[in-house]
């Protein structure tokens, strides 16, 4: 038996929803009404089917997978229900919240778009349940994963999601050295705190071709070497590495393609990223047969190296200017959580591959 990874990955949905609800959390205030007026507001005279769209789209996930959740305990429709009350909920709190932030309009339409995503989504998993789907689902991850293999699969699932974010480097995640030194500087200042910071004598300057080209092979290697940890057979393994690289260059392709247009889909994919994507594959068939002690050694000793490089790249010029239309644009509440992922995906992953070095299993 295996613990269900619907659960951990519907409350990070409903921390993402929370985030893309109530971005900025600044200027909280008193609108001077109450914050439910909203439910009996006329409805808006003009509407977008993207607005439509987004609010359906954004609670589908979550109602597919609290109901796929209750789904394990073989209540299908009463998780359904549950999936959907629970979803309509949420959105009414945060709606109402909204009342308080100058920025954001609560709006009754949005409440009800929001419910019915949600009833979409429980409702697709009810039926992937009566037509086998979530048991051959079972059956696959039986055969193909260890059955603690929640953690790693969780974070696999949010792997492509953080590189959506435009990223200085290809499949640079967890660049936050820059951005951390100047927000703590933002926050001391005016205080006798600012003098205990540590200043750079030296500006971050542009990574050597070399340095680029590992950074690319361990941001690869990394997620394969992940799921090598808790993948069974050496022929699985290699049907996962071929996943990955695929799954990486194709989020890779949409998110320059997102940035800068589609015609620039692939301008990233220059001689270091080719090089690095090679070495990231002979790397990956070396390890194909690794025990898993011998897999967590290496991974570990990958995420050092690899933070230790990425964070000492600075973003281009160009660069900033693409992180600024992303995050003033209009996607802005979406990008933003996009932004979240890629920064904090690779610590997840280091704090994930700490408990499984100690864990009594491995030290034996």
């Not at 269900?4 to 909280?28: G, N, R």
């Not at 951390?180 to 050597?208: K, N, S, Y």
């Not at 022929?235 to 800068?260: D, E, K, N, P, Y």
Request: hydrophobic share 60%; charged share 10%.
């Amino acid at each position: 038996m295996h613990k269900t990874s619907a659960w951990p990955l519907a409350w990070i949905y409903v921390v993402l929803v929370v985030y893309a609800s109530l971005y900025p959390f600044s200027d909280w205030r008193d609108q001077g009404m109450a914050p439910w007026t909203f439910l009996t507001a006329p409805l808006p005279k003009y509407w977008t089917w993207f607005d439509v769209l987004t609010n359906v789209l954004g609670y589908a996930p979550l109602g597919f997978l609290l109901a796929l959740s209750a789904a394990r305990t073989h209540r299908v429709m009463h998780g359904v229900v549950a999936a959907t009350v629970a979803a309509t909920l949420l959105s009414l709190l945060l709606e109402t919240m909204q009342g308080y932030l100058p920025v954001r309009v609560p709006s009754n339409v949005d409440l009800a778009l929001n419910s019915m995503g949600a009833w979409f989504g429980a409702l697709a998993a009810s039926v992937l349940e009566r037509i086998g789907v979530l048991d051959r689902w079972s059956r696959f991850r039986a055969r193909w994963f260890v059955p603690e293999a929640r953690g790693a699969l969780v974070l696999l699932a949010l792997w492509p999601a953080a590189l959506l974010f435009p990223a200085a480097v290809p499949f640079g995640v967890g660049q936050v050295f820059e951005r951390l030194e100047a927000a703590l500087a933002g926050a001391l200042l005016d205080t006798p705190f600012l003098d205990w910071l540590p200043l750079r004598e030296i500006e971050l300057q542009p990574l050597v071709p070399l340095a680029e080209l590992v950074c690319v092979m361990l941001g690869l290697l990394i997620p394969i070497l992940l799921g090598y940890c808790v993948i069974r057979k050496l022929t699985h393994r290699a049907w996962f590495l071929i996943a990955v690289i695929l799954a990486g260059l194709g989020t890779s392709a949409l998110s320059a393609a997102l940035s800068w247009g589609p015609e620039h889909a692939w301008a990233w994919f220059g001689a270091p990223a080719k090089a690095g994507l090679s070495l990231a594959v002979v790397s990956g068939l070396a390890l194909l047969a690794a025990a898993k002690r011998v897999g967590i050694a290496v991974l570990l000793l990958a995420l050092g190296v690899y933070l230790s490089l990425i964070n000492q790249a600075p973003a281009s010029a160009y660069f900033a200017q693409t992180l600024q239309a992303w995050e003033q644009g209009r996607f802005i509440r979406f990008h933003g959580v996009a932004q979240w992922l890629g920064w904090l995906w690779p610590y997840a992953a280091l704090v994930y591959v700490f408990t499984q070095a100690w864990s009594r299993e491995t030290r034996n």
